[in-house]
């Protein structure tokens, strides 16, 4: 098992910054991958950025340039830089973590970008 904690989220205008978090607990060495996704009212669940154990990184294109993953080990956290946000980045962003092929998801945390 795996627990996740996302903080972060918030209020910003558009062209504003933030950076989201997310400690993870429990099994952590089982895990594979972590990253994040987001879910915007009345749309799909999908994909945001994600980094391996290996430390390999992929992104959504409409967040290339804009939004950086990252992790500190030693602190079991994963990191999303998110710079130039824009209002269709409004979303709740949900930790994720693969651990065996079992997905485990945080609670979610509401970005909200002002235009």
């Known amino acids: 098992q795996v627990q996740l904690v996302e903080s972060g989220g918030g209020l910003v205008q558009a062209g504003g910054s933030l950076r989201l978090s997310c400690a993870a607990s429990?099994?952590?060495?089982?895990?594979?991958?972590m990253g994040w996704y987001r879910q915007a009212p009345g749309k799909q669940r999908e994909l945001v950025a994600i980094?391996?154990?290996?430390?390999?990184?992929n992104s959504a294109d409409s967040v290339k340039g804009r939004f950086t993953i990252s992790r500190d080990a030693a602190k079991n956290t994963v990191y999303l830089q998110m710079n130039n946000l824009k209002p269709e980045d409004t979303a709740v962003y949900y930790c994720?973590?693969?651990?065996?092929?079992?997905?485990?998801w945080g609670q979610g945390t509401q970005v909200t970008i002002s235009s």
């Open positions: 994720y973590a693969n651990v065996r092929g079992v997905s485990f």
């Open positions: 429990g099994s952590i060495f089982s895990i594979n991958a």
């Open positions: 980094i391996t154990r290996g430390g390999s990184t």
